[in-house]
């Protein structure tokens, strides 16, 4: 579909990150010119989708809020048509660095489907509520599985051409642990992890207040250890 | 059940189907979704007309008293309507995400082409392809 199509579409699912995705999308495009990025804004209130069509980003402009999952496919259904190898999920607010990509992309290399950006493959977790959390997905995830994540909740992942196929074409591919969860036990997906560090939250407010952080962890360990076992092979 | 509750629930049964109709008249109502109303109002005025007819079922069913069949049985039909209806919002839903993907993903081809020709200098041959993107986007 394009020319000088890079081998790894960087997704940027974006919902009123007015205030980071400046910095973010540029420091991509001066720094990591051998990749594409693509901002989805998802049917923002604020003033993303001005400042992505004043700095003549390439994005998706979603008209309504569709939600990160809807986000993100729309996302991957723009890669696996315009036939990226890679793809990879990268946060609008500035907390993932760019740099670890390459390193990510070298473990894809390897045959792996999914590799994950991880901050505890080589420390320890710090003890508190969000990684009890974080502890919890991961026994669901290893219970069911087999397989050990450590830091199953990260927002840092990448996914290959099959995975990729995947989320464009299915109904529940939400880019979170559960999805990860079903990806290997029904459809055989390798998982690698790679360490990364993150960055805090620079501007704007994080959607992860105590109540939303409840009701994630029980979608994800019901999703895990009941739903997924219910779905159907496609 | 004495007269009064019988002449109470006859009426109230009618006023449903009546209200039921107007809408399906007004064309408010898809017909495959009033099907299952326009059923329900029958039993309900069927119920009401003859008495003797849940009787007769809820000793067939073995309840305790005809009142709980009663319960027990639109309980039971509502219970099915509603998960019926979760299961229509979900494809609803995923109609709706599809379609704003699509639209998303068309605009963000347009623009791009819109640049490559902008990029090319050619405005001449291709203008009016630019126009008709131009007026189909408004």
């Known amino acids: ?234 | 059940m004495t007269v009064t509750l019988r002449i109470v629930v006859i009426i109230v049964s009618v006023l449903t189907t009546a209200m039921i109709l107007r809408k399906i008249r007004n064309a408010r109502l898809q017909i495959e979704d009033s099907i299952f109303w326009i059923g329900f109002c029958a039993m309900l005025i069927l119920f009401s007309l003859f008495p003797g007819l849940p009787d007769l079922l809820s000793r067939l069913a073995g309840t305790y008293t005809t009142a709980n069949f009663i319960y027990l049985a639109v309980i039971f039909l509502l219970i099915v309507k509603l998960f019926h209806m979760t299961l229509k919002l979900s494809e609803l839903e995923t109609k709706l995400k599809t379609l704003v993907q699509e639209m998303a993903l068309e605009d963000n081809r347009r623009r791009r082409e819109e640049e490559a020709q902008a990029a090319m200098g050619q405005p001449e041959t291709e203008g009016k392809q630019g126009g008709d993107a131009q007026s189909a986007r408004m």
């Open chain 1, 1 to 234: 579909m394009r020319e000088g199509i890079q081998e790894l579409l960087i997704v940027i699912p974006a919902y009123n990150e007015a205030e980071n995705i400046e910095r973010v999308v540029n420091r991509l495009i001066t720094d990591f010119p051998q990749y594409d990025y693509l901002v989805v804004n998802d049917g923002s209130s604020d003033q993303t989708a001005e400042i992505c069509r004043r700095n003549n980003y390439n994005f998706l402009d979603l008209p309504v809020n569709l939600g990160l999952a809807g986000g993100f496919q729309a996302g991957l259904k723009y890669a696996a048509r315009c036939g990226y190898r890679y793809a990879a999920q990268f946060d609008g607010d500035g907390q993932h660095r760019p740099e670890y990509l390459a390193a990510m992309q070298a473990r894809m290399e390897e045959g792996y489907d999914i590799v994950i950006g991880s901050r505890f493959v080589g420390q320890k977790k710090p003890r508190s509520m969000r990684m009890l959390g974080s502890n919890l997905i991961e026994s669901a995830i290893r219970l069911t599985t087999g397989v050990r994540i450590k830091d199953p909740t990260s927002g840092m992942r990448m996914f290959n051409r099959m995975m990729i196929e995947e989320f464009a074409g299915g109904l529940n591919y939400g880019p979170e642990p559960d999805t990860v969860s079903y990806l290997i036990r029904r459809r055989g997906a390798r998982v690698a992890e790679v360490p990364v560090v993150m960055d805090e939250r620079l501007l704007g407010k994080s959607y992860l207040t105590p109540l939303n952080a409840a009701r994630y962890m029980i979608k994800m360990l019901v999703s895990i250890c009941l739903i997924q076992s219910f779905r159907k092979r496609r």
